[in-house]
């Protein structure tokens, strides 16, 4: 992964943008001297575009939708403008709690109540940049229902949804040794396993109602 170079004069916008950098790991710099200069590679982004004019680096401007912007900035730092492949996993049980990983890279987990939890999901899937998505959902757990019914009633038309068994799911995953939460590595075992696809989409519930395939 390439370096960002981070030049932003917003102080608000400047720590919510090395707060993003730091919990997804990416390899970033903030230059000291006032007057911005092009790097020699990798990405800039800044609030203030007008003082890279000529730079021959990409440059990835945050005056606006900075959340969207920064993650294309860090999908062109890894060589691409876009990741292949999404997943979320769910795991419906108390609490219940979602992973969102992009290319193998973990880049959201949390615990909510089903609405705030799905709503989270979307908000995020809406601002990465990326060719495919799917999310999945443990096939058990109290919060089964109420995850479901908030899916089916969000914004997620083209994105598909399956559900899982649960089985064996609750072991820790070679790919994330790091993560000890037994809650999440259920969530990162749901992302990966494949399961029967629901068709749950808003067009299928304007058809009348979700079904499985």
């Known amino acids: ?68 912007r920064l993650e294309e900035a860090i999908c062109l730092a890894k060589g691409g403008d876009k990741y292949n492949a999404v997943i979320v996993g769910i795991d419906p049980g108390d609490p219940p709690t979602y992973v969102i990983i992009a290319d193998d890279d973990l880049l959201e987990k949390g615990e909510a109540e089903p609405p705030i939890l799905v709503e989270q999901v979307r908000k995020t899937l809406a601002r990465i940049p990326h060719e495919r998505a799917v999310i999945r959902i443990g096939d058990s757990g109290e919060a089964l229902a109420s995850i479901m019914d908030s899916l089916i009633h969000a914004s997620l038309k083209d994105i598909r949804i399956e559900i899982v068994d649960e089985h064996r799911t609750s072991r820790s995953n070679p790919r994330f040794t790091e993560i000890k939460d037994r809650d999440v590595a259920a969530a990162i075992n749901i992302a990966y396993k494949k399961g029967m696809r629901l068709e749950a989409t808003v067009s299928s519930i304007e058809e009348g109602g979700g079904k499985a395939q």
């Open 1 to 68: 992964m390439e370096v960002i170079t981070v030049y932003i004069d917003d102080p608000r916008l400047f720590l919510r943008v090395l707060e993003v950098l730091r919990r997804r790991g990416a390899s970033f710099r903030v230059p000291e001297d006032p007057r911005p200069k092009c790097p020699e590679s990798g990405v800039v982004v800044t609030d203030k575009p007008e003082l890279y004019a000529g730079c021959t680096r990409p440059i990835v401007s945050l005056e606006n939708n900075w959340e969207e």
